[in-house]
């Protein structure tokens, strides 16, 4: 077999046609049209361009001259004959698969995409319960001092509406995974966030002055205690900030370095990872809020209602201040959420074998989590 | 294509086009290996992604017949990132010695900063040949000192600075760049550069102030024909407005953006020179290479970046088409004579100094 290209001799830019083979015992012989031998020597020293696409191959001699050729697949033969494994072989192959690779890719982004969904917030979750045992309350007593210096002010309220208060945080506490006794309700002035509640890692739950004097009735106060104990309960604090910073450790990690490519890796998952974060939470300490409610004969929908007030006062100015409702646009489709569930829990489209969780329903929930 | 006349003296002048036989469909095949593979490797792939993407652009682009060839060593690139990974490491490691630490790193990786940059210029130079004879690139420190650090921060901090150091920084590559032993020369008074950007500054300043004309319009409009203006769509809403402002504004700042790059492209280009008298043309339009590449960015976008690999080729291809050399007698002549003095000259040092980045 043979193959046709150009001969460059050593040291020129000119060449002639010319056509190369294998002769002998791995002999490559290049010639003429007419038989003319340009050059003819063994296999060592010999030197050939990777494949690629449809690129010119080039195989430089010994000698310095150079042989090149458009015939791509007649150069690998060539080579492989001269005992030469030609190189860009296995990338070729894969170009012309091109549709497996494209599967291939596509999987690798699913199973990033699962990992990012999935893996994560479960690793989180579960650093997050750990560190709940040994750390929670030194991190919760700081958080609290800091926030004393910063933002919050002494209560105004007085001995009554703190009893009324305990007694009615009491009782959600029955609901929660410590049982009563195991979390704190700690009442603070705070004018500068607003009518507004938080939980520490430890189990303390914050209530400022403004929020408890929005309050109209014990449903809407049943309602915030119970929603905030299902923030401890998951531990919902400690889990957003181990998301926020086991992204980067893990791309880090994972790709070892620096580069544009990785550099934006980095930066694209904290972005995904972290905006969805505080509405799963929401939704899910919204979620145990109305089962706690019902258990104690509550209704959902007056916390719903008490968002839906909250939203209307923060937002009728020009700007909206934070507040217990921080993110407004939400707030209806987290209203509406608890509304529907006076009577039970949401039916979870999703539950049942493979066929309900591939159903339109639960893809479309999914989607709009 | 070769269009042939007179020169003032004996040699005659042929005008030889750059030809780009690339394709979309090729590179996407190109593209997706190398993505494919760099994300299974975890980026370690990343350096031969990188030379099979060069090699492919340079080999689909010829001249006169002869296409461009891209050696380089994917290993020589892989040392240099890892050399820069370690700089950077060490600037987190200066982070926790202290501000001291801090600041001896900051200056050390300014004065450092010039070195790799003429480094990286220089590998992809050496590595980047035509007819068997190679490029070269050769600048002191001080030369990419100015070019890369000086000028820039001046620009920056003056603006009207920055023609002055767009075109120091064209002129660095450029003229420190040889081609089989001859310099390559871009000459011309850098009064044409401040006029680009001047062009592209009053032309920002026009688009401002029409639309800042036209918002004024809309509100007197609304404000005072209120019967009429309801029955029109009119974004008079504050935050749809100014969204809708700044996506308008946003486009045409891309555009004249990538304008007054490709002016500025245009104007080193055709004013470079070989020695020996072969000049470079570059007719590529300012305006058709801005709506290639928003075009380009758009559909990117809308596929998700599918379509990146195609975009490439299509800048590629309308850019290289624009280009071509003027050459001064016979160009086989002129290749055949740089390869000698290549050969005499002995092939470059390769030592452990050079990489890639």
Not at chain 1, 2 to 19: C, I, L, M, Q, T
Not at chain 1, 64 to 86: H, M, Q, S, V
Not at chain 2, 3 to 28: L, N, S
Not at chain 2, 30 to 59: D, E, Q, S
Request: charged letters at 20%; a positive charge; one cysteine or more.
């Amino acid at each position: 077999m043979s193959v046709a290209g150009r001969y460059f001799p050593p040291n020129e830019a000119r060449f002639h046609d010319a056509v190369a083979a294998v002769v002998g015992k791995r002999q490559l012989r290049i010639e003429t049209a007419d038989g003319h031998v340009l050059s003819d020597g063994p296999a060592r020293g010999l030197r050939a361009t990777p494949r690629l696409a449809s690129l010119t191959r080039r195989i430089e001699l010994p000698s310095g001259a150079r042989f090149e050729t458009e015939d791509n697949d007649g150069a690998d033969a060539l080579l492989w004959k001269l005992w030469r494994l030609p190189r860009g072989k296995t990338t070729a192959r894969l170009e012309k698969l091109w549709p497996v690779v494209a599967v291939l890719l596509l999987l690798t982004v699913a199973g990033g995409y699962l990992f990012a969904d999935r893996a994560v917030p479960a690793a989180t979750e579960r650093l997050a319960k750990v560190t709940l045992i040994t750390m929670a309350h030194p991190m919760s007593e700081q958080a609290l001092l800091a926030l004393d210096r910063f933002a919050l002010t002494p209560t105004g309220l007085g001995a009554a509406d703190q009893a009324r208060a305990e007694a009615l945080f009491e009782r959600a506490e029955a609901q929660g995974r410590l049982g009563t006794g195991g979390y704190r309700l700690v009442f603070r002035g705070g004018w500068r966030i607003g009518p507004n509640a938080f939980a520490l890692p430890d189990g303390t739950v914050v209530i400022t002055d403004k929020l408890w004097l929005a309050m109209q009735d014990e449903d809407e106060a049943l309602g915030v205690f119970a929603h905030e104990i299902s923030h401890v309960d998951h531990a919902h604090q400690l889990q957003r900030v181990y998301r926020v910073s086991l992204w980067p450790a893990a791309v880090a990690t994972l790709t070892g370095d620096i580069s544009r490519m990785s550099e934006m890796a980095a930066n694209l998952p904290g972005l995904i990872a972290q905006a969805p974060v505080p509405d799963g939470f929401e939704r899910q300490a919204d979620d145990d809020a109305a089962r706690m409610m019902r258990a104690l004969g509550a209704k959902p929908s007056h916390l719903a209602a008490l968002l839906e007030r909250l939203d209307r006062a923060a937002c009728h100015g020009k700007n909206c201040p934070s507040g217990w409702v921080s993110d407004h646009a939400d707030v209806a489709a987290r209203a509406a959420r608890l509304k529907a569930q006076d009577n039970g829990a949401i039916a979870d489209v999703c539950a049942g074998d493979w066929k309900a969780r591939l159903s339109i329903a639960c893809l479309r929930s999914l989607a709009s989590r | 294509m070769n269009a042939i006349w007179r020169g003032p003296e004996t040699d005659v002048a042929t005008t030889h086009a750059v030809e780009f036989r690339g394709t979309g469909r090729e590179y996407f095949r190109v593209w997706l290996v190398n993505v494919t593979l760099t994300i299974l490797t975890l980026g370690l792939y990343a350096p031969w992604a990188k030379v099979r993407t060069r090699r492919y652009f340079h080999g689909v682009t010829s001249l006169a017949g002869y296409s461009f060839e891209y050696h380089a060593a994917p290993m020589r690139i892989l040392l240099g990132r890892a050399v820069v990974a370690a700089a950077l490491f060490a600037g987190l490691v200066s982070l926790q010695l202290g501000r001291w630490a801090v600041v001896a790193w900051a200056l050390a990786a300014i004065a450092v900063f010039p070195l790799l940059v003429r480094q990286a210029i220089r590998f992809n130079a050496r590595n980047t040949s035509w007819r068997g004879v190679r490029f070269n690139f050769f600048a002191s420190y001080r030369e990419a000192l100015f070019a890369c650090v000086v000028w820039p921060v001046a620009g920056l901090l003056t603006l009207f600075l920055l023609p002055a150091a767009r075109g120091v920084w064209d002129r660095f590559r450029v003229n420190h760049l040889s081609f089989g032993g001859r310099m390559f020369r871009a000459e011309y008074s850098p009064a044409r550069m401040f006029t680009i950007f001047a062009t592209g500054f009053v032309l920002i300043v026009g688009v401002l102030v029409v639309m800042i004309g036209a918002t004024m319009g809309v509100m007197v409009f609304t404000t005072r024909m209120h019967d009429v203006a309801q029955h029109f769509i009119v974004p008079v809403d504050p935050t749809s407005f100014s969204q809708v402002f700044t996506l308008l504004f946003g486009t045409c700042a891309f555009f004249i953006a990538v304008f007054v790059m490709q002016m500025a492209n245009n104007l080193t280009l055709t004013h470079t020179v070989i020695e020996g008298g072969h000049r470079i043309v570059s007719k590529a339009s300012p305006s058709r290479v801005a709506l290639i590449v928003m075009s380009n960015t758009v559909l990117t976008v809308l596929t998700l970046g599918l379509f990146w690999p195609f975009a490439k080729v299509r800048l590629a291809r309308y850019r290289m088409s624009q280009t071509s050399v003027i050459a001064m007698g016979d160009l086989d002549a002129f290749a055949n004579e740089a390869l000698e003095m290549q050969s005499t000259m002995g092939r470059e040092i390769s030592g452990l100094m050079e990489f890639g980045l």
